[in-house]
Every structure is written in structure tokens, then in C-alpha cells.
């Protein structure tokens, strides 16, 4: 039986299913399985990194560590059995990780901290499941999220210019931007 405190537990969760339910609807014949692991892996990767930002305001080291290593396992599969297009991958994947990782590095270092660690490293893992053009578009697309919503946040006077507020969970919007975008251009 679950109770009040496992339910509220579980309630910030909820919204998982549905999108897993959308891309197993929407994607599944539309992209190649391997690919479509890796998204179902950041959806769900990204769900859980933007549920913590929201509610804990941090970005556990353990979830990121996990991304990784669920993209090793992924891929050391993929490099074995279809080597051409894998290799394209790999280095796809390995532009996405150095360029997401090292634009946020470079705005953490330059903001004095502005952005948290804790983003650096989610978009870097990020990258690696993205690659170069989906991370732009995820980073680009969050960005504008959470400027758009901490200017309607501080015209409201619900927050102040120096509050933090979590970005992972725009970068996450992102993502699912990213992602479902290409079908939007695709509906008869």
C-alpha cells in the first residue's frame, strides 16, 4: 500500500510515463532503435536530474555518473557490431560532451558560479546522448526558457535579480524540444 509519504514521493514522477508513452508513440518507427534508446535514455535521465534541480536544488553527482555510464553501455555495443556508423556517432556524441560541457564551463567560470556545477555536467552528459546539433538546439531552447520565465518571474515580483532558480529543468524542456521538434515538421 502506498502511503501519503511514498505518494508525495512519487508525485513529482507522475509526468514520466506520459512522455515515455509519447515517444514510444511518436518516435519508435520514425528513428533507428539504437537511437531511439538514447533518447529514451535522456528522457528518462534528464526527467529525474530535473525533478532533483527542482526540488533539492542540486544535481546529484550519482545521476550524472549513471548518464555516462548508461551511454558507455550503449555504445560499446553499437562500436562492435555496425563499426561505420557508430564511429560517426562516437564522435557526434563526443562533439555534443565538449561543446555543451565546455559552454556551460566557460558561462560557470565568467558568471562567478552564476550557474551551478551541477548544470556544467548535465549538459555535458547531455551532449553525449544529443550530439552536436541536438545540444545546441537544448541548450539554446532552455536558455530562452528560463530567461523568458525568470523575466516574467522578476516582473511578478516573485523572485529577485540575484535569486537562483534551477536551470536543469529548462535545459530538460530543451531536450524534449529537441526531440519532438522534427516530427512537427513531419504532420500531414
Not at 556545477?117 to 544529443?130: I, N, P, Q, S
Not at 524534449?176 to 522534427?182: A, D, N, R, S, W
Request: charged share 10%; net charge positive; glycine share 10%.
Amino acid at each position: 500500500m502506498i502511503t501519503k509519504e511514498k505518494f508525495k514521493l512519487l508525485l513529482p514522477y507522475a509526468g514520466l510515463p506520459v512522455i515515455i508513452a509519447a515517444m514510444m508513440v511518436f518516435l519508435i518507427k520514425r528513428v533507428d532503435t539504437f537511437i531511439f534508446l538514447w533518447l529514451i535514455l535522456i528522457a528518462i535521465f534528464g526527467y529525474i536530474v530535473a525533478v532533483s534541480d527542482l526540488t533539492t536544488k542540486r544535481i546529484p553527482n550519482t545521476i550524472i555518473l549513471v548518464m555516462f555510464g548508461a551511454w558507455v553501455l550503449t555504445m560499446a555495443p553499437k562500436l562492435i557490431v555496425d563499426t561505420e556508423n557508430a564511429l560517426s556517432l562516437l564522435f557526434d556524441a563526443l562533439l555534443g560532451f565538449a561543446v555543451g560541457g565546455g559552454l556551460f564551463l566557460i558561462v560557470y567560470l565568467v558568471s562567478k558560479k552564476g550557474l551551478g556545477g551541477g548544470d556544467v555536467k548535465f549538459m555535458a552528459a547531455t551532449g553525449l546522448y544529443t550530439g552536436f546539433s541536438g545540444t545546441l538546439t537544448a541548450m539554446l531552447c532552455g536558455s530562452v526558457l528560463a530567461a523568458l520565465t525568470g523575466l516574467i518571474l522578476i516582473l511578478a515580483k516573485k523572485i529577485g535579480r540575484k535569486d537562483p532558480m534551477p536551470l536543469a529543468p529548462f535545459i530538460y524542456a530543451g531536450i524534449l524540444i529537441t526531440i519532438f521538434m522534427p516530427l512537427a515538421g513531419s504532420v500531414n
